[in-house]
């Protein structure tokens, strides 16, 4: 082939970096030679779901690699898989490292390979070369990702970015790094939870103790800190019912301090239970008024502009009807709440949907924060639709860790050896590497 027929070709090269290194450099140099290059640039929201949020948002990503000598143009990729720009653009080479062969993106080189092949395309792949500068500036990217400031704003540009956030709890180090890292694949997305919510529930479970604030907070601050030492994603704490106002602007600054995003109160006070026991314990609600100055006082003390604040509305939980729900939810926006939660402990999701559908008519914007732990059939596609912003699994690490635990205990108990206990545990070797040396 001359060099003017190559020269028409078109090469396509997916990229979700946002430090652009010689190594990039060189491979775009390199698939030069073969034709016009199109960079795939993956969007914001396809980078978070894999990797980690992108330091720069996608339109300074996008002028930065058009400013590359060799680059013709750039163009959005908004999923992991190439299926959608390939079959598009249909180029003749798609080039990459072959470092895709193994891991998490051979599936999505599996279907590059798929595709290309429908219509005459080829895969072009160069010897991939880990340089330890590179990463490093990887390590002090995440490490940024995990500094205060950076954390902290990270949940507003969330939801901002994707509509709908999903959390998990977490109430250690161990059940953070889970929240942090699990990675499903599935239609060519990578998919992650967004957050993480620190429980009252689950963080008094772990200490063997009730949900009634008697965990205190510098216990639960702890929690925090063991969590965010390990992870870099948002954390929503469980507020409980945000104790004396006079106490409650000290949490606000602390959490704050801490990089915690949000924190949510619920408009209970005296002996607070489990909203999940519902009327089958004395459970008293608090005042519009009294609640509505607590926020108000949370907000003053409130140093920076990215923490949030949410009402949580216990009105249908105990019963007293949607009205006083939707009246408490738009007292609680006007005393300044960032988010309002809405609670149920029933299965069937309809006063759920009509809170959310009622709510939205008079306020489009304030984020909508759900708990589905008993209405959990709706999927978050159709909370996303109804106008929720926040799914929080508020307890299923711990819930699904105890039973395998007591499982294992009462095994070794029966058979007085653990060698049949051996079969629900995790091997030796793995519990040895499963914490990395070098988070
Ligand atoms: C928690 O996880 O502690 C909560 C949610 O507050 S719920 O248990 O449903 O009340
Ligand atoms: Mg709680």
Known sequence: MTQSTEKEKTVYMGFSTDIIHSGHISIIQKATQLGKVIVGLLSDEAVASYKRYPLLPYTERKTLFENIRGVDRVVEQTELSYRKNLEMLKPDYVVHGDDWREGFQKPVRD?????????????VEYPYTQDDKFADMEKRARAELSLPDVRRARLKKSIAMKGLVSAIEAHSGITGLIAEKTTVYQDGKALQFDAMWVSSLCDSTAKGKPDIELVDMTSRFRTIDDIMEVTTKPIIFDGDTGGLTEHFVYTVKTL?????????????????????????????????????????????????????????????????GMEDALTRAKAFVGAGADGIMIHSRKKDPEEIFEFVHRFRENDKTTPIVVVPTSFNSVTEEEFKEKGVNIVIYANHLTRSAFPAMKKTAETILEKHRAQEADAFCMPIREILTLIPEDI
């Open 111 to 123: 279907e590059v390979i798929q595709v290309l092949g429908s219509y005459g395309g080829q895969l």
């Open 256 to 320: 704050e301090r801490m990089g915690v995003s949000a924190v949510i109160i619920e408009d209970k006070t005296g002996l607070k239970k489990n909203s999940l026991f519902g009327t089958e314990v004395k459970q008293t609600q608090d005042s519009i008024e009294n609640f509505c100055a607590k926020i108000a006082a949370g907000k003053k003390a409130q140093k920076t502009k990215d923490f949030m604040i949410v009402a949580r509305i216990e009105s249908l939980i105990l019963e007293k």
